[in-house]
């Protein structure tokens, strides 16, 4: 039978895994950006956003389905290991499809073909994910294996990018050593992932049991895909490589907030669908509340503070020849709470109970809503009008779980308590917005401000004794009395 894990352990290391997909980035963007210029950026992550789809379909939804699926087999190790064979030959032959697809899209396509060299090598990341299995691991609850391997990598592109990347005709370059780093480590779980399923043919294969979930967390996938590549895309397409770099900027911290707040619903994933598995609704349900309030007591205050100090962040991350990029940023943080909460009713508690058509409707609404509104506002607002697509096609996608959701889970929404959270955030602006008229450097400004407004923030949940907040004190302090 498989050990559970610590879901706290999960969601730290799980936390950091995700983090380290945007930090490493984080770290040398500052220096790449300024040596490769907003179009080389741009080059390199319309690149990247055109190969998405491509991986898209590869993948074919198995990275959430697999979870699911292998976590309900966990504890018989022949049907865990069925179950990944089956889905690992679903997965390279949709490789082998996707592959052809591209060499296609480089021949016939004239937007491409400049910098065909550069598409292929993004697109090692396709093969690299599929041998990778990452989903089996997740299955398993194997974060501290995950993170520890996948850092070690970053790490060492990270040296790699400082001494490398010198001139501005280093984008290639500097795409190969991203898909390193995000990519490379999957080396490493195909051969270790002997550990945990049999290598040799087991006999009574089912692919087809597969097909119909796998189809309908593919839609998903599409849907999701479309919308959160659709920007970079449609800008490249109909603008020019520098509005690409310009919106790469405006994103940067928005995908590093987004994914420390969805760790929580990657690690819950395997365990709702043990406890609905098993039976355990009620524990299911408490698992789902205390998971909401944990993205809104965490996500609201992050959203807040880099709408305040966004030009402050670009100014740091980019530099001066990005300043346009402060508005599409601003207009763009919301998605971190929208995402987070759509995490919550989408992928941890929806998924679970098997209601994975209502999160592909609230998925293709939210692809449909970002479709039409880049298309009128990107001719005239460029990088934000696709900040208003992607905000607008995130609130429709939890609008429309939450409907849903609201009846297999009572009093979710409600059992949170906002005002709590809204006066907190008010407290922390007023006394942290005055450090931006210091003058102060920016790194110095960020620093100061962002630990006046959070310890304000946590102070004033402490004082109204928030639930959630005055529960994790009280584990800090015993653990620091055993200490």
Known sequence: MAKQKSLKVNFIMNAILTMSS????????????????????????????????????????????????????????EKLTRTAHELLFINIIMSIISYLGLFIALLVVPRLQSDRTLYIIVSFTIILTTIGMEWLYKALEQYTYITVRSLIFKAISVVAMLLLIHSKSDYVLYGAISIFAASASNIFNFINVHRYIGLRPVGNY??????????????????????????????????????????????????????VVTSLGTVLLPRASYYIQKGEIDQFKFLSKKALNFVCLLATPLVIYFILYAKQGILLLSGNQYMPAVMPMQLIMFTVLFIGMSNITGIQILVPLGYERIVLYSEI???????????????????????????????????????????????????????KIVIAIVLASLGSFWVAYLNLHTFITLVVSAILFFVIYGIALIVMKETLVKEILGEVLAKVKRS
């Open 365 to 419: 609404a939210g692809a449909l809503t970002d479709l039409v509104i880049n298309f009128l506002l990107i001719p005239e607002l460029a990088s934000s009008g696709a900040a208003i697509g992607t905000l607008v096609a995130e609130a429709v996608v939890l609008l429309v779980q939450y409907f849903s959701v609201r009846k297999q889970v009572p009093g979710l929404f409600t059992s949170i308590k906002y005002y």
């Open 206 to 259: 089912n692919i087809k049991q597969h097909l119909k979930p796998v189809l309908v967390f593919f839609s998903m996938s599409v849907a999701t895909t479309i919308y959160t590549n659709l920007d970079t895309v449609m800008l490249g397409f109909m603008k020019n490589d520098a509005e690409v770099g310009y919106y790469t900027a405006a994103v940067k911290i928005k995908n590093i907030l987004v994914s």
């Open 22 to 77: 945007f930090i490493f980035p984080l770290i040398t963007f500052p220096y790449v950006s300024r040596i490769l210029m907003p179009s080389g950026v741009g080059k390199v992550n319309f690149a990247t956003s055109v190969i998405n789809y491509f991986s898209m379909i590869a993948q074919l939804g198995i990275p959430t389905y697999g979870i699911r699926a292998c976590a309900r087999v966990r504890d018989d190790r």
